[in-house]
């Protein structure tokens, strides 16, 4: 079951330390295909089923024993086999590159490094990188010199493109007519 509307923002707003974006930064890789509410929902599913949310646990599982939790209803996504393997994927190269530490991925540097070590991870791309950079700058203060310039469009003041502009209700709704926007745009 899907998240009413206003608790994107509110979920958000909850996980609003540094400390506790690694929630924020595992829905990232599970928000394909499926409504924002539900990608956001699916941090505290885990933390519920796992008795906590720590990406060095969620790396070392099991991967059938990891798949299953991911599954159990109702399922953390609608692929839970396919999205268990890249929950545990971004969580096992987080533990290896930084330590289990999602702050240190953007700790240092500027904005072009910020963003050349998230499209580095696995499951990110161009797109998601920038996004989760816009998400940073805008509703976490954390604001590298050039980070704007580096998540592009999505950095925009007043846009309403993707999850990093998502604060209430009217802002989510604003975003899911943007997105509606674009695929008819592009199919033409």
Known sequence: MDLP????????????TLAELADIHLLMSCDQQIPMEKAFSGPKVLADRMDGLDVHRIAEADPEAFATIMATPPAVHRFPGSMAKRVQA???????????DVTKIWAEGDGAAVFKRLKALPGFGEQKAKIFLALLGKQFDVRPQGWREAAGHYAEEGSRRSVADVTDQKS?????????AAKAAAKK
């Open 5 to 16: 509307v206003d608790a994107l923002a509110a979920d958000l707003q909850s996980s609003a």
């Open 172 to 180: 989510l709704l604003e975003v899911r007519d943007f997105k509606k």
């Open 90 to 100: 971004l969580s096992q190269f987080v533990v290896e590159q930084y330590d289990g």
